[in-house]
């Protein structure tokens, strides 16, 4: 059974740091892309940032690119998410997900659809 846990989310201060961690179970992680999807209390669900199996590609919504960054440790199975400059516009939850890629051509995604996995979700709150 596959499991994706997430955690370290939080109430922070405007400007503040906050690292998450997603540790997967079940899977081959290492044949798997990851990627960090947030939702915001009464809107969609948005793509965060992705990286692939290797972690030599990743790519950042526009939002966010310059201060988060994504990493990835395939010998434990995790993914992080190092938030910086945090602003109330950040606030939701947090959710990792794993995306198997089909091709070469295409490692990885920001469309939640393409998404094989998920996990619960970590609120982050980042208070003005």
């Known amino acids: 059974q596959v499991q994706l846990a997430e955690s370290g989310g939080g109430l922070v201060q405007a400007g503040a740091s906050l690292t998450l961690s997603c540790v997967a179970s079940g899977l081959t992680f290492r044949d798997y892309s990851m990627g960090w999807f947030r939702q915001a209390p009464g809107n969609e669900r948005e793509f965060v940032a992705t990286?692939?199996?290797?972690?030599?590609?990743?790519y950042y919504a526009d939002s966010v690119k310059g201060r988060f960054a994504i990493s990835r440790d395939n010998a434990k199975n995790t993914v992080d998410l190092r938030m910086n400059s945090l602003t109330p516009d950040d606030t939701g939850v947090y959710s990792c997900?794993?995306?198997?890629?089909?091709?070469?051509?295409?490692?990885?995604?920001?469309?939640?659809?393409?998404?094989?996995?998920w996990g619960q979700g970590t609120q982050d709150t980042a208070a003005s």
């Open positions: 997900a794993a995306y198997r890629p089909t091709s070469n051509l295409v490692v990885i995604t920001e469309k939640s659809e393409e998404y094989d996995y």
């Open positions: 990286i692939g199996w290797s972690a030599d590609i990743t």
